[in-house]
């Protein structure tokens, strides 16, 4: 890790840097209105391994890996050196009909991690644009291919999928789509795999308690979808191994594998949409290995670089690449960052890390320990369910643990938003408290936590969800 020495703002400087961040940045999926009071912006200025500073010197646990991003952690001067490698010798080229090293040699190692068949590496710069990729893709092979009304595709309810308009169509939380429509037609919703709310889910008593049976249910509804939307409509499937929105529902046994006969039996595409599971989130490079299924298309992004610098994939398989190979086809479509030379030369670096510190096995290893850490917190009646794999967790809250009676609106935007953010940064841990389903907290923290981590990040959620009980 980094040993980096630099001094922190003076206070006046920091006053500035909140002051000059109200004025003048406009921040992502943030209400301004709360700065306007003289609160001040959170400042990041440093960070090392699972820790951040603020611009003031306050020590935090990033509990969140910046955004589902640092998997190696904070002020790796390997990750950073290689970029100005990179940057000395090239420091940017297109892949418009062009290639160079550093996109080359990332494509072959991320190939060598795939499973299956899947071989080929279209770059962008974000998740987002993975997903807005995946979709193109599905599209433009079917046409290829003398299917050209296949178009549609099947996703998740609560699901988050980004933010450009073919990617929010396919994301399935109403409230972050309202604004910006209409959207691309085609984009249909199923249920999710929230095995906590399975009964509710399913109308049928006692799924809960079923994982099998709710999985087997769950796979029906993406079936049904594709039967009553048309087959011959359908292009693809856009799941992730563990949906992140609505807070961490894993996929039940068997699922996946019903899924993917599924959408094999129907000619339909499934693409796995692991923008935040990849690169080591759930234990492994690519998080379909762990739940055992070979998708067509993987979307990724994050992790590659454990955020160092931006940038994305849509991975294909040998088939989807097929049609693309003769006569005048090509797939029309591009980013102009897109394998950046310095993002790709950044990638390499955090793949060296991942290699040479096993940060997978690390994450196998001690995922158990991270789970019954957190579920030490089962005994507050605020915390109706603990869930998740890997080192990527949701603590659902709830009014009532007994009747499992979630929050209603006013009470998350009290407790969550008035109280729970503010309280846990203040705390010591940058989290998430998210209402997009019903009312979690999600963390995510780098792949070099250890359980002095684990133990530091419980003994503060107990503290501030103690004291958020009060406010019920």
């Not at 921040?27 to 959170?42: A, K, N, Q, Y």
């Not at 046409?143 to 999928?161: C, D, F, N, Q």
């Not at 087959?231 to 019903?258: D, I, K, R, W």
């Not at 980013?335 to 096993?358: C, I």
Request: with cysteine.
């Amino acid at each position: 890790m980094s040993t980096n020495t630099a001094q922190e703002a003076t206070p006046g400087d920091a006053r500035r840097l909140s002051d000059a961040a109200r004025d003048h940045l406009w921040m992502h999926f943030t209400r301004h209105s709360t700065f306007e009071d003289g609160s001040r912006v959170p400042v990041i200025t440093r960070g090392d391994g699972v820790h951040i500073w603020d611009a003031e010197g306050r020590r935090y646990i990033d509990g969140l890996a910046g955004l589902f991003v640092v998997q190696a952690g904070h002020g790796r001067r390997e990750i950073a050196e290689a970029a100005s490698r990179q940057a000395a010798d090239l420091a940017y080229f297109p892949l418009w009909s062009y290639a160079h090293p550093a996109a080359i040699e990332l494509a072959e190692r991320l190939t060598a991690q795939t499973p299956g068949d899947l071989n080929r590496v279209f770059f962008t710069t974000s998740g987002s644009e993975a997903v807005e990729t995946a979709w193109k893709l599905a599209k433009q092979y079917f046409s290829l291919t003398g299917r050209p009304e296949k178009r549609k595709v099947i996703s998740r309810s609560v699901a988050y999928h980004g933010t450009t308009h073919g990617a929010l169509s396919i994301t399935g939380v109403p409230d972050l789509k309202k604004v910006f429509e209409p959207l691309v037609p085609g984009a249909h919703k199923v249920a999710n795999t929230n095995l906590y709310r399975a009964d509710e889910i399913t109308g049928e008593t006692g799924m809960s308690k079923d994982p099998e049976a709710f999985g087997r249910w769950a796979a029906h509804q993406v079936e049904q979808a594709i039967l009553n939307e048309g087959p011959e409509t359908v292009a693809a499937v856009f799941l992730e191994p563990v949906q992140n929105s609505g807070g961490c529902f894993p996929p039940p046994p068997g699922y996946f594998q019903a899924v993917r006969e599924i959408c094999d039996r129907h000619d339909v595409l499934l693409v796995s949409d692991e923008v935040i599971c990849a690169f080591g989130r759930v234990g492994h490079m690519f998080a379909c290995e762990r739940y055992g299924y070979t998708p067509d298309i993987i979307t990724c992004a994050k992790g590659m670089t454990s955020g160092y610098a931006p940038i994305g994939a849509a991975i294909a398989s040998d088939r989807v690449f097929e049609p693309f190979r003769e006569g005048s086809a090509a797939f029309t479509h591009g980013y102009t960052f897109g394998g950046h030379p310095v993002s790709s030369a950044v990638a390499l670096a955090n793949l060296d890390v991942f290699e040479r510190e096993g940060l997978t096995g690390h994450v196998r290893a001690n995922e158990a320990a991270f789970r019954s850490t957190l579920e030490r917190l089962k005994d507050l009646p605020i915390v109706g369910d603990v869930r998740g794999d890997g080192y990527f967790y949701g603590i659902e809250l709830v009014k009532d643990r007994e009747t499992r009676q979630t929050f209603d609106a006013d009470e998350s935007e009290r407790i969550l938003r008035g109280f729970l953010s503010g309280a846990l940064f203040d705390a010591g841990l940058y989290c998430r408290a998210d209402d997009r389903g019903d009312p979690v907290i999600q963390l995510a923290p780098a792949l070099v936590a250890d359980q002095a981590v684990f133990d530091e990040m419980e003994q503060i959620l107990r503290s501030v969800l103690t004291e958020a009980v009060s406010l019920l």
